[in-house]
Every structure is written in structure tokens, then in C-alpha cells.
């Protein structure tokens, strides 16, 4: 599969295989959808143990890059029902960069869009992505990742802080 690679104003600059992208380090497109049950509680997935890096480690409900010539958000759509075999309305919360190195020798450099969703129904999780999920209260998230960011993928520490910054500053949050 390829992905777009973009420039620090996500415009993009071309495209590349995602592993060789991942291995030579390249700023690309990508989105993490972070879903709220009407409880306020978010979900997290715990990821297959054969993804490629972060395996086995706590995330945000899905993740992704969208392919080249398709729209970020119909992307991000799509990844969430084959993913975690359900649809919800999405809305961009914000967008930013992160740059984190992995032990296996991959390094996640993206331009990654955040998007945010509520649902309440039933989960179908794909297993070859994902090994386990659950909701929970952003006060307990907090004290695990404190107690435990081993844990967590490098991505998601990063942006659940900022996530919660945007729903404090959103009218009606």
C-alpha cells in the first residue's frame, strides 16, 4: 500500500510503499479517530500482536493513513468499519506532527490528522488488527498511562492530551 508523503503544511510532495516510508523515516499523511461513548468514556483498542510495530500496545480507537487520491476523512470512515466493524459521524478536531523511532528500526514520522466521533452500539473488532477494546474514563486513562506508558503507543501519548485540550475549548464540551 502506499501512502502520501507531505511537507510540514500537509501538502503533498508524492507518494511511497508505507513499510519504506516507515523505514527511511518520511513525513506522510495520516489520521487517529478517537471515539466517546455517551458517557463520556473513550475507547481504546489494544493492537493485534502482529502489526508491524506498537503490537500488543493501548491506542486510540483506530489509526491509519489514508491512500493516495482519497479524501482523509471518507479514509478515516472506512478504516474505522474494517477496523473496529462499526461507522460513527467523524468531525477533525485538530491535526500535528510527531516523530517517534520504534526498536525494530521503523520510525512513525506523520502528519497526523485527528478525528473525533461518539458511539454507543455494538463492536465487531477485526482480530488480525485488534485483541482487545474497552471504554474508559479519561481520569483512569491518565493514571495509567502515568503508571504505565509502556503500555501506550507513541502516538496516543501524544495526542490524548491534545485531544482533551480541544473538548475543554469546544462550545458545548
Known sequence: MDVILVDEMDQPVGRMEKMEVHQKALLHRAFSIFIFNGKGE??????????????????NACCSHPA??????????????EEMGFSTPLEKAFDFIYKAPFENGLTEY????????????KIVPNPNEVADFCFKPLEDIRNSLQSHADKYTAWFKIALPKVEAHIRLSPGA
Open 42 to 59: 473513550l475507547l481504546l483498542q489494544k493492537r493485534a500482536a502482529n502489526k508491524y510495530h506498537s503490537a500488543g500496545l493501548w491506542t
Open 110 to 121: 506523520e502528519f497526523d490528522h485527528v478525528l473525533i466521533g461518539t458511539y454507543n452500539g
Open 68 to 81: 493516495p487520491g482519497t479524501d482523509t476523512l471518507q479514509a478515516a470512515v472506512k478504516r474505522l468499519q
